[in-house]
């Protein structure tokens, strides 16, 4: 179970930074893991960013909140940003576990739990022993013509049993994001914010944003995010 968001086009990172740990701390939304306890996500932080044109991805076991690491990105300029904030359902909690995961030149966060034996190519190797990492190996699996929202679709279709399969998948100029869930509606339920200058897409609506004109998404939702023109595409190709 995770926090995870992605934002595209020129906003304020430290802002962004900032929004992403008061959702890691449990210290903004209220919903089914928090009604009556605290339900902080500190086993481990990662990142995906563009730079010099190329996708960058790093990960970290401390909690975000704790990692003072987390402040050498407040400076970056680029036009991507990817934050996962990792509460282990399945898997231990060691840097191999930590999200974003990166194989075939994608970069990939899950926040849920899925509970099939999925199957993959050979060749994808995991290296830790979560479920999250090898919903990705089968989700870019035999890609004939590439990824798309139709894959996808019928992927996750072939998902039985599960709480959330909520996924962002990107190589840095596009990014799939995928709301999918059989339970928990607050917790799960994506929240997509877009402006003229950035787009934005969330765990839960990000406080110094608030006041945006915030949508919730649908369950199994599939967006299409362009970096370049930050323009979202809901469940093309699927009608």
């Not at 995010?225 to 093309?236: D, Y």
């Given at each position: 179970?995770?926090?995870?968001?992605?934002?595209?086009?020129?906003f304020d990172i430290s802002?962004?930074?900032?929004?992403?740990?008061?959702?890691?701390?449990?210290?903004?939304?209220?919903?089914?893991?928090?009604?009556?306890?605290?339900?902080?996500?500190?086993?481990?932080?990662?990142?995906?960013?563009?730079?010099?044109?190329?996708?960058?991805?790093?990960?970290?076991?401390a909690a975000c909140y704790?990692?003072?690491?987390?402040?050498?990105?407040?400076?970056?300029?680029?036009?991507?940003?990817?934050?996962?904030?990792?509460?282990?359902?399945?898997?231990?909690?060691?840097?191999?576990?930590?999200?974003?995961?990166?194989?075939?030149?994608?970069?990939?966060?899950?926040?849920?739990?899925?509970?099939?034996?999925?199957?993959?190519?050979?060749?994808?190797?995991?290296?830790?022993?979560?479920?999250?990492?090898?919903?990705?190996?089968?989700?870019?699996?035999?890609?004939?013509d590439g990824l798309n929202?139709?894959?996808?679709?019928?992927?996750?279709?072939?998902?039985?049993?599960?709480?959330?399969?909520?996924?962002?998948?990107?190589?840095?100029?596009?990014?799939?994001?995928?709301?999918?869930?059989?339970?928990?509606?607050?917790?799960?339920?994506?929240?997509?914010?877009?402006?003229?200058?950035?787009?934005?897409?969330?765990?839960?609506?990000?406080?110094?944003?608030?006041?945006?004109?915030?949508?919730?998404?649908?369950?199994?939702?599939?967006?299409?995010?362009?970096?370049?023109?930050?323009?979202?595409?809901?469940?093309?190709?699927?009608?």
């Amino acid at each position: 179970m995770c926090r995870m968001l992605i934002a595209a086009g020129s906003f304020d990172i430290s802002a962004i930074i900032d929004d992403f740990i008061t959702m890691a701390m449990d210290q903004n939304e209220k919903h089914e893991n928090n009604a009556d306890k605290e339900f902080r996500h500190g086993d481990g932080w990662g990142i995906v960013y563009m730079q010099d044109g190329r996708m960058q991805v790093r990960t970290s076991l401390a909690a975000c909140y704790e990692d003072d690491a987390i402040e050498t990105y407040r400076h970056l300029e680029t036009p991507l940003c990817v934050l996962h904030a990792r509460k282990g359902s399945k898997g231990s909690v060691n840097l191999e576990n930590v999200h974003p995961f990166q194989a075939s030149g994608y970069a990939f966060c899950h926040n849920g739990t899925v509970d099939d034996d999925l199957i993959f190519e050979d060749h994808l190797k995991p290296a830790g022993d979560t479920d999250s990492e090898r919903i990705f190996y089968y989700l870019i699996s035999n890609l004939s013509d590439g990824l798309n929202e139709r894959v996808i679709y019928d992927k996750y279709m072939g998902i039985k049993e599960f709480t959330g399969i909520n996924s962002i998948v990107t190589d840095g100029k596009t990014s799939f994001i995928i709301n999918w869930f059989s339970k928990k509606p607050d917790y799960y339920t994506l929240k997509v914010l877009e402006t003229p200058d950035y787009a934005i897409m969330s765990s839960e609506i990000l406080p110094h944003f608030r006041g945006g004109d915030w949508s919730r998404s649908n369950n199994r939702d599939i967006y299409r995010l362009n970096t370049s023109t930050m323009e979202i595409v809901k469940n093309a190709h699927l009608a």
